[in-house]
């Protein structure tokens, strides 16, 4: 069967599974089995597809169409530039995140210590660290830069330690239940927490809700559990005048604020994604 042919039988099947991006889908996964960019595919598309490459597209369809994500099926997900290692250990890393990281930015230099707390991935520490890095002279981090990365999941620390490990980033990391194991203070504390309503997680799409972790996702009752709780024991770790910052669901980012407000944050600010939606909130410390 020739690429093109392989091509239009893998976006018809996977518009008969309901993947809601069948065609985008079904040149990814063709491009990473083959490694025929947009460009070779379009030069090469009328010749025979080696059989083993086959055989592996159609095993990768196969789990495309029982809504295993596309990043788990390929191992890597674009984040700041950056290529990440994921797996089903940690959350898929969202542009809608990097707004959290941009913001963060403006809050440091290359000599702050920051720290990540439910870091997963480590999309979010490992790009600081990179990407505040390369303001010192000569691309070297101040002398008292720090940063540390906390999660309660010792699969998603082992995710984002082989990220770090590959991207070169110097981060320490902790497992740890929120701040149980956290020692020192920090110029900045950022988080993305897991916030979605207990409730609403059965109507999430299936891709997230059978294949992402639950924990990373479950924000108890209201989805503001973790946002109290990180609010509330943060400013024994942070520096006078340091920052707080979290990612928040659409509908969050005033309830969020309030909750910083209540512990006696300033300058606090709520940042819109580009849809318009609530995405960031940082407070500062007393």
Not at 47 to 60: A, G, H, V
Not at 252 to 276: F, H, R, S, W
Request: glycine share 8%; proline share 3%; charged share 25%.
């Amino acid at each position: 069967m020739n690429y093109r042919m392989l091509l239009q039988e893998g976006r018809n099947y996977l518009t008969s599974c309901g993947v809601w991006e069948a065609d985008t889908d079904a040149r990814y996964l063709l491009e990473y089995v083959t490694g025929l960019d947009r460009t070779h595919y379009f030069l090469n598309q009328m010749e025979e597809c080696p059989l083993l490459q086959q055989e592996r597209f159609e095993k990768l369809l196969q789990k495309r169409g029982r809504h295993i994500p596309l990043q788990y099926l390929t191992g890597t997900q674009e984040f700041m530039g950056f290529s990440f290692r994921v797996n089903e250990q940690v959350l898929i890393p969202r542009q809608d995140t990097e707004l959290l990281v941009l913001e963060t930015l403006k809050k440091i230099n290359a000599d702050s210590s920051v720290l990540d707390m439910c870091t997963g991935s480590g999309c979010i520490i490992i790009s600081l660290n990179l990407l505040a890095g390369k303001r010192a002279p000569a691309g070297e981090k101040g002398p008292s830069a720090r940063y540390t990365a906390a999660d309660i999941s010792a699969g998603a620390l082992a995710v984002a330690e082989e990220n770090a490990d590959r991207l070169g980033a110097d981060i320490e990391f902790i497992n740890s239940d929120l701040f149980e194991k956290v020692e020192g203070m920090y110029d900045c504390i950022v988080s993305n927490p897991p916030y979605i309503k207990s409730a609403e997680i059965p109507g999430l799409m299936p891709e997230v809700r059978d294949h992402e972790p639950c924990l990373a996702l479950d924000g108890q009752e209201d989805g503001l559990y973790f946002y109290r709780k990180i609010t509330k024991e943060a400013g024994a770790y942070l520096k006078a005048g340091g920052w707080l910052l979290f990612e928040t669901g659409f509908d969050q980012g005033k309830a969020v604020a309030q909750l910083m407000k209540d512990q006696g944050y300033t300058e606090i600010e709520i940042k819109k994604d580009l849809a318009g939606l609530d995405r960031v909130v940082s407070g500062r410390r007393q």
